[in-house]
């Protein structure tokens, strides 16, 4: 027999008892297999509970959201109910000087004197909207302008430079801050 051979041979015999050795192994997975049973199964008890911890945290969270929904829309509700009583409160004197001026009205024969007190009460009333952000829209001999003026009417202009301009303002129109809360009405020049 040659070398080879032999090689071969032995191979042939090795062959078999790898296979019988790879049942060995497999018996023996299978003798220690109710201990995997028992951690996989532990495992698993484990997984579910977790599982069930982050459900329970899952419902509170859910719950804690909705609750706090709630409660800002309220509060957003109240707050837009109530939003303006500290502008109404500061506003409360002028009404009071308005009052004392019709009882002036009433009363006084000084014509003077209920002229400037009513230009007093005007000019208090003017600047407390200024400080509360609110300014007069310029209208009067500008060009026309759709995102600032409310055109009610044309007429005849009486010189050529005042077509397209606005030559009268029926109603002032008011900005607060930057944003236009009351159009001015106008009458354009055509």
Known sequence: MTGTEKNEEIKHEDHPRKKHEAKHVDKHKSETDPHEKQKLADELKASEEKVK????????????FDNYRKRTLKEK??????????LLIKFIPFVDDVERG??????????????????????????????????????????????????????????????????????????????????PKVVIGE
């Open 53 to 64: 911890e982050l459900q329970d945290k899952y419902l509170r969270l859910s719950a804690e």
């Open 77 to 86: 509700a109240d707050m837009v109910k109530t939003a303006s009583e500290d």
């Open 102 to 183: 019709i009882s002036a009205l009433n009363t006084s024969q000084d014509l003077d004197a209920l002229k400037e007190g009513m230009n007093l009460i005007y000019t208090r009333l003017r600047d407390f909207l200024q400080q509360n952000g609110v300014k007069e829209i310029e209208a009067m001999n500008l060009e026309f302008n759709t995102d600032v003026h409310e055109a009610v009417t044309k007429i005849p202009a009486t010189e050529e430079e005042l077509k397209g301009k606005v030559v009268d303002v029926i109603q002032k129109g008011y900005y607060l801050h930057d944003k236009v809360i009351r159009y």
